[in-house]
């Protein structure tokens, strides 16, 4: 059977829909017909609620979700149903105060909010699958169910509890066999880490060395995908056959690997949370680090990272209504920006769009985070809005049948390269007083941002997705690797070969520095790849204020900040250098052909406009529908066996007038553009078209 059928079509909206929650819970018809005059066809349910299942210790409450699951497949409304795990009851945690997350520090995570428990104990697994069982053993075969959400958001702690301990002894051992190759591959006979044991290896509260924080991470997020992957097990067995399994990634998560969890799935879903108002004007620089995109290219890239965790279409089953967080983050969307929002999510691969959620809650720890309606329970604006949203997307659902998004440049993501960092920042935070452990999706995040600011199409691949490099090239005309400092010599010699055999290759700071065991390597770097681009360095430095960036001419055309690797050119081309005293020396930019294709090597994190610029230079013109991209606007393209489809936006309060370098037309209202033509984008305004 097809577990994806649902999907095949154009997109979908969708809403988590907590019945349970309001204080009428007899307004379900009034609410699921909101709901259908809406186009909204997918609801997300039950997955918070464990103590309302099972409200004492095997009592079972199961039949309450029955009347909701009833009446929304008669409204023709797809309902995801949630294993209740991540949100356990009181009498479970004042029963089994054992079960608790053991921090670093010692200390038991107290019970009171979510996400408490140790979810690889197996007596929490035994409650864990009962419950499981009794819920999607209920429902799970209903007409209405087409898929289930296994957990919500897990990775939030990394685990400390002595079992974890044993557990993660056994992990390295198998994976080193003996003590000697470990104290070899580590580095231990530093500040006499040396053992003769298994069981002297110490607990990661006191760790010092960074292979022993690589290989814990790794083995903390392996945690996370094997609980996902088990309740898979359990579950596959209590559906329908055509009934997909997805869980909800928070793409944040200090014990997430993305990918590895997305390999436990049939589709991948996710946050996809942003900041709206001013924070959507794309000339704007938001702070990132946070778990909301706070400017417009960190959520182009938070999409098209959510679809490189299966390397295909996605949902995004959590995005914002009318505000999102805590009452002081309250942006309520300007008009316009909820359809912006949408769109953009759609154009980088997600077939549904769901709220997060139907209605604003009246108690509890998120009464401020706003849903489509509000404390009054009445449509509103966003609610019409979204409607309308709706209707666009019934309107073009023929057209984006199976279309995927394209991609100009490819973005390489490390899990390993972003641990290291975090353990090792190479970048200061904000004050400067200590290392910023954001580093790596500062540096990748940069880089990015210059693709999306010269108006390229960006597709996230992960480092363990990289293919061959003949792959690899077909895929990716250009290919973008920044801050890969945890590389083993097989990643490196794809993309020197990558290289060779024609793409464009563009390597940003530390990348090559360091090997697969979070070790430094005692070569030249970057390692591998610095022959092939005809560049090294011995030197590299941590910046105290920014310094200014020069043509050879020896005019200052920008400035770098945060960190200089100080690149040597011995055969390739110094395109841009620095005016300093002692960085002087060094190159900024290099460039060199090698084989078919050639090698950028940008030594720091640049300025905004330098950065695009250099990106722009080796990507070359755009292929974008527009004969000139004023600056406020994208253009993303989705292509499958109707044609293409452009998505274009104007991320501005201002409007923007654009001429079409081919014939489109509007999917939305059928209006034709021949060549040629000047359209006017208005304020916060986003167009579809087909090419004709």
């Known amino acids: 059977m097809d577990r994806l059928k649902a999907w095949r079509g154009g997109p979908r909206l969708g809403a988590a829909y907590y019945n349970e929650y309001l204080p009428d819970p007899g307004r379900l018809e009034t609410d699921l017909g909101l709901m259908a005059e809406a186009g909204i066809t997918v609801i997300r349910v039950g997955e918070s609620v464990w103590s309302t299942w099972e409200p004492r210790d095997g009592e079972f409450d199961l039949d309450w979700l029955t009347p909701i699951l009833d009446a929304a497949h008669r409204r023709g409304i797809g309902v995801i149903l949630g294993t209740p795990t991540y949100a356990v009851p009181p009498w479970l945690a004042r029963r089994h105060p054992e079960l608790a997350v053991v921090r670093r520090d010692g200390s038991p995570v107290p019970w009171g909010g979510r996400q408490e428990v140790d979810y690889t104990s197996d007596l929490f697994r035994r409650y864990a699958e009962r419950v499981i069982r009794a819920v999607i053993g209920r429902h799970g075969r209903h007409p209405a169910v087409i898929g289930v959400q296994l957990d919500n958001e897990a990775g939030l702690h990394l685990i400390h509890t002595d079992h974890v301990m044993r557990r993660f002894r056994d992990w390295v051992a198998d994976r080193y066999g003996d003590v000697e190759t470990l104290n070899r591959e580590w580095g231990l006979v530093y500040w006499s880490h040396r053992i003769a044991e298994w069981d002297e ?50 793409y944040g998560r200090p014990a997430m690997d993305d990918v590895a969890v997305g390999a436990r799935l049939d589709i991948a879903s996710g946050n996809a949370y942003y900041l709206a108002q001013d924070a959507l004007d794309l000339e704007r620089d938001g702070d990132g680090g946070q778990w909301y ?39 309520p969307p300007y008009d ?63 057209a984006l049948r199976d279309a995927e998004p394209d991609a100009e440049v490819g973005l390489v993501y490390a899990h390993d390269s972003e641990w290291a960092m975090a353990f090792e920042p190479p970048l200061a935070a904000p004050g400067g007083v200590d290392g910023d452990r954001g ?87 970057p390692a591998v790849v610095g022959a092939a681009a005809g560049v090294g360095y011995r030197e590299f430095a941590a910046l105290a204020a920014p310094v200014e960036v020069v043509s050879p001419s020896g005019e200052v055309v920008g400035s770098a900040h945060g960190w200089i690797d100080g690149l040597e050119a011995a055969d390739a081309e110094t395109l841009l250098g620095y005016r300093h005293e002692l960085f002087g020396r060094w190159a900024a930019v290099t460039q060199h052909a090698v084989g078919g294709g050639e090698i950028t090597v940008i030594g720091s994190i640049l300025d905004r406009t330098t950065l695009a610029s250099v990106i722009a230079s080796v990507a070359g013109p755009a292929s974008g529908p527009l004969v000139a991209r004023p600056g406020s606007v994208t253009a993303h393209s989705l292509s499958g066996p109707q044609g293409r489809v452009w998505v274009v936006h104007n991320w501005s309060p201002e409007a923007r007038t654009v001429q079409v370098g081919r014939d489109v037309a509007s999917l939305i209202d059928d209006a034709r553009h021949d060549v040629g033509a000047d359209i006017v984008l208005g304020a916060w305004d986003v167009r579809v078209w087909r090419e004709v």
């Open 201 to 250: 290896l110490w607990a990661p509260a006191g760790n010092t060395t960074p292979a022993y924080d690589l290989a814990w991470r790794r083995f903390q997020a392996e945690l996370t995908a094997d609980f996902i992957g088990w309740q898979a097990g359990i579950v596959h067995e209590l559906v329908a056959a055509d009934a997909f399994l997805t869980t909800c990634i928070a």
């Open 293 to 331: 995109a706070d400017d417009v290219p960190q959520f182009v890239l938070m999409a098209d990272r959510m679809r490189a965790t299966r390397q295909a279409p996605f949902l995004v089953t959590e995005t914002g209504a009318a505000s999102i967080g805590p009452a002081w983050l309250t942006r």
């Open 336 to 398: 316009g920006q909820l359809a912006q929002a949408a769109w953009l999510l759609v154009a980088r691969g997600a077939r549904l769009v769901s709220y997060w959620h139907w209605h604003t809650l009246h108690s509890g720890h998120e009464v401020h985070w706003g849903g489509i309606l509000g404390h009054d329970l009445a449509p509103g604006r966003v609610y019409d809005e979204i409607a309308a949203i709706g209707r666009q997307f019934a309107a073009v659902g023929e």
């Open 439 to 525: 580093s790596y999706a500062r540096i990748v995040g940069a880089f990015g941002r210059a693709a999306v600011d010269a108006g390229l199409q960006v597709g996230f691949v992960n480092e363990r997705q990289l293919p061959e490099a003949v792959e690899l090239m077909r895929r990716y005309p250009v290919l973008i690797v920044a801050g890969l400092v945890a590389a083993s010599d097989p990643t490196l010699e794809t993309l020197a070969e990558y290289a060779r055999l024609g793409g464009r290759l563009v390597l940003g700071p530390r990348t090559g520095y360091g090997d697969d065991e979070g070790r430094m390597r005692a070569a030249l770097a």
